[in-house]
């Protein structure tokens, strides 16, 4: 029990952060946390040390996600409005983000669920196209036509014209 939490505080706020970037919404990103290691805690017996556990969790993490994004799916017009800019912005401890980073991580929260996904996966955990296909359910073309769609809106809504 004491190496587990050992575990969940050595890594809790990397899984947070992918989860926070993947599903756009604090609360809910703290309840998947939660439903991670809950999740990682039963598979654990399982755990073939193939790879680094580190890596193991966040990929789990990463597919309770997916799981509860791809139940949502229809929800999409909630969160996708700009008014809800207003209602995703987070500070570090110090307080001291940068302004362009704020408005990066607000605009990605903001942006459609799968459209975040793919956004998420692609451009900063540095997923093939493939990859999310198949862990979204999509076809290939369409996690690309998603990365494009994710890339305008959030050129859009940050007010830049150009990459």
């Known amino acids: 029990m004491r190496a587990f939490e ?3 505080r050595k890594h809790s706020r990397r899984v947070y952060a992918v989860l926070w970037r993947l599903c756009g919404h604090e609360a809910r990103a703290e309840d998947l946390v939660q ?6 805690w039963q598979a654990l017996p399982g755990f073939r040390f193939e790879s680094a556990f580190s890596t193991w969790l966040h990929r789990l993490a990463v597919n309770t996600a997916l799981m509860e994004i791809r139940s ?6 909630l969160e996708t409005d700009d008014a809800a800019l ?3 912005a987070t500070m570090d401890s110090a307080g001291q983000r940068t302004a362009l980073g704020l408005d990066l991580e ?3 929260a903001t942006l459609p669920p ?12 540095g997923w093939k196209h493939e990859e999310i296909a198949a862990e979204l359910g ?4 369409s996690s690309k036509a998603q990365l494009h769609r994710a890339r305008n ?4 809504r940050l007010g830049e014209d150009h990459e």
């Open 6 to 8: 050992s575990l969940y």
């Open 35 to 40: 439903e991670a290691f809950v999740r990682a």
């Open 72 to 77: 949502r799916s229809g929800g999409e017009a």
């Open 86 to 88: 207003e209602f995703h």
């Open 106 to 108: 607000r605009a990605i």
């Open 114 to 125: 799968r459209a975040r996904a793919v956004l998420v996966l692609h451009d900063i955990e």
């Open 138 to 141: 999509m076809a290939v073309g």
């Open 153 to 156: 809106l959030l050129r859009t």
